[in-house]
């Protein structure tokens, strides 16, 4: 068998839709369990101290498919080891609506949860650096599309729970509905992914092992590099906004600025519309402009939203904010993980360890925010993500662009598809 590069539009074409439906995919997943918590929460008689205990099991069960991953891709490569995460988390799925309409079982909910996060988790990593491989051939900025993918994967999700919900669909039903859909897109997909260099070595040297120290060696390293930790700052003071938007910024406008629940749901739709069209098209941007350049100007952004949000004197000002709050925290992840990527030997390596970063921010920051808020009002409490949103922007020199190198992927064929034109 003979190993060729991806140089063929067709390979690559075939190979972006697949990394694609696979941010499509886990963004599915994840507002399918969102549509379905008050459901859960009443067939299980549970108050809202035990819905944040299931959270706090699905994040706990995040951090370590975060921290499994890259010793994941280094053992399997990311074409195998992606349909196992996936499969995963359909799998908790499953478990979530047994445990919530069959068993009716906190703890089997709970487990459900935690194989939720570990799945969810890992494909993260996967995908983000397979997005990147896919940037490395192209020398173009695609991982802010691939999230905005997973963005418009939760719009799916969340619009086809209403559904469910309206057609008085159970949990199980629904999260079993899903999840075969999950586990047909991983198969298909996954199908289309090329096989890293890595890969091809190790199904050609059979007799070559590597030893457990040397598999770490590449994660231990990525916590040395000091470049690690400025990314990581813009990614935590990112996703500290981001998700305090999701969790507050409904909340501040109904409690702190008086206005309907109807409205603060609206504000907080514009937010996520404002993020996701930012991610969908700001590559081009990017390209023009660099890294370092634009993550500056969308932290201006996003300070300048959040503290016209905690001052505005009208209905229309905030939903002003809420643009400039969504545009300006919408490229911190993807383009912290495109810049942990730069170079495609330690990509798996560095992106689970930024990602941890900004996972832990992300997961953490907002129970953080809300027990502040308790002393000094929600409002006040935003200036700490003006802080961070700040730091972020003086931290973005780190992402800055690395010497091009040569993707690490493979396509094995025996012949060169005689029909597919050559790459650009």
Known sequence: MRVEKVTTKGQLLRWKFAIFAIFFASGLSVATWAARVPAIKIALGIDNLQVGLLLLG????????LSCAAFLIAKLGT????????VTFA?????IGVGTDMAHSYPVVLAGLFLFGIGNGSVDIMMNVEGAGIENHTGKTLL?????????GTVAGASFGALTIRLDYTV???ATITAGLIALVAIVAVTNVPRS????ADASTSNTRTTWRERLAPMIDAWKDPRTYGIGLVMLGMSFAEGGANDWLALAMVEDHGTTEALGALGLATFSVSMTVVRL???PLVDRFGRVAILRALAVSATAGMILFIWAPSIELIFVAAVLWGAGVSLGFPLGMSAAADDPTRAAA??????????????????????????IGLLNTLYILVALAIISGFASASARESKPVTSSHTAVSETKPAADEPTA
Do not use: D, K, Q
């Open 197 to 200: 260099a890595a890969e091809v």
């Open 281 to 283: 098209f700001g590559g």
């Open 350 to 375: 560095r992106v689970s360890a930024v990602a941890t970063i900004g996972y832990v921010a992300f997961l953490c920051g907002p129970p953080l925010l809300g027990l502040i808020s308790e002393n």
């Open 79 to 86: 074409r195998r080891a992606m349909p196992i995460s996936i």
């Open 91 to 95: 799998i908790g799925l499953i478990v």
């Open 172 to 174: 199980a039903a629904h």
């Open 144 to 152: 802010p599309m691939f999230h905005g993918l997973f963005s418009l």
């Open 58 to 65: 699905a994040g706990i069960g995040s951090l370590v498919g």
